[in-house]
């Protein structure tokens, strides 16, 4: 997949594009779904399949406090889009100056140096300063610019549209199995493993300890059974989400223990931990003893769910 940040790179590439334009944040079957009718209909109308989104969420600019955290990183979201057969992505930098402009701007800056020829979006899709401009807009612009506009609807689970703040909902449950279902695949976190306390190891369970800069939404504090893929290599493995609550400020860290295994060195490689059920919530323990013990229980009930 071909990476820009201006439309005017797209021109000195490629001819004309079928368009996509949203955040994709997760990547979930709603998103899916509209990647696949922009893929299938720019194979048979020889245009190149191209998605316009964006660097970050729009509270990141007008309400930094409140913004939500991203689903997906920018890497796994890459990735994702290019599995989808996007052969363009148009990463734009969400600035002040792009949330200004008029649904008219955002269309003659964007879509027309793209060559666009048919553009898909949601159907509760708006654009432009404030939301001005709407998919009837769109298709007065695509009227006057030279692209048609196709609208392509939510997709439902148990009656209710997925979205991705319904998504992150579910996530801060600690239900990754709904997740699973809104995803079409299972919840993943991907990151650089680092040198921790190694505590684990004196329990005689050695974890590797993620990176704070890793990419993916951490689900609720608590315990999960999954998996830790390291390369080719599939791993069956329990996943511990939290923070020492008795130190203030202490970012929440992501831990994973690979079931049956001690001989692994992980230290230094990108890995993905891929998330299956919860085992528990979050728990505090009296004792060493007792945190032990129930480690033990947790890996048991870890290995038992993934049938290993």
Sequence with gaps: MFQITDPQQFEAEFQSSAVAIGKFDGIHLGHQQLLHELVDY??????????????????????PENCPKPITGAGQKSQLLDHSGVEVLLNLEFTSELAGLSPLAFAERHLVPLNTKMVFVGEDFTFGAGGAGNIETLRELGMALGFRVREVPHVLLAGRKISSSDLRAVLDKG??????????????????????????????????????????????????????????NRYPAAHSVG???????VPR?????????????????????????????????????????????DVAKARDILGE
């Design 253 to 297: 860290l992501l831990e994973s223990h690979v079931i049956g295994r001690d001989d692994l060195d992980l230290y230094g490689r990108e890995v993905t931990a891929v998330f299956v059920a919860q085992v528990r919530g979050w728990a505090k323990f009296e004792s060493v003893d007792a945190l032990i013990d129930q480690i033990s229980q």
């Design 42 to 63: 720019a194979h048979e109308s020889a245009l190149v399949p191209t998605v316009i989104s964006f660097d970050r969420h729009p509270l990141a600019l007008f309400d």
């Design 175 to 232: 239900r990754v199995d709904l997740a699973a279902l809104m995803l079409g695949r299972e919840h993943e976190v991907s990151g650089l493993i680092e040198h921790g306390k190694k505590l684990g190891r004196t329990f005689g369970f050695p974890t590797a300890n993620f990176s704070r800069s890793s990419e993916g939404y951490l689900p609720a504090d608590g315990v999960y059974a999954g998996y830790l893929v390291d390369g080719e």
């Design 243 to 249: 923070t020492n609550d008795s130190v203030a400020e």
